[in-house]
């Protein structure tokens, strides 16, 4: 049974920088594509991030490209988000999971909450 722990939120001020963790369990997680969500109150939950299984391919949403890095470590079952120049419209919680079409829809973590205060 995959379980995906988010961590690493909280509150920051526009311009501000947090790193995000996802580990991952029950499942051979190095095998996988995975991807970093956020939804805010209100919105559907959107793609921020992805990255290939071995590390390589990151792909970013456009109103986060040059701003955020994600990565992963295999060897720990962790991915990572590194947010940087933070803005009020990041505020959201954030997700880890594989990216569609393959997203374990019964895995979904609590995630971990960004605010940024402007």
Known sequence: QVQLV??????????GSLRLSCIASGVTFSSYAMGWFRQAPG????????????GGNP??????????TISRDNAKNTLYLQMNSLKPEDTANYY???????TWTRAWGLGT???VSS
């Open 113 to 115: 909450q960004v605010t």
């Open 59 to 68: 792909n970013y949403a456009d109103s986060v490209k040059g701003r955020f």
């Open 43 to 54: 919105k559907e939950r959107e793609v921020v991030a992805t990255i290939g299984w071995s």
């Open 6 to 15: 988010e961590s690493g939120g909280g509150l920051v001020q526009a311009g």
């Open 96 to 102: 880890c999971n594989r990216p569609p079409p393959g």
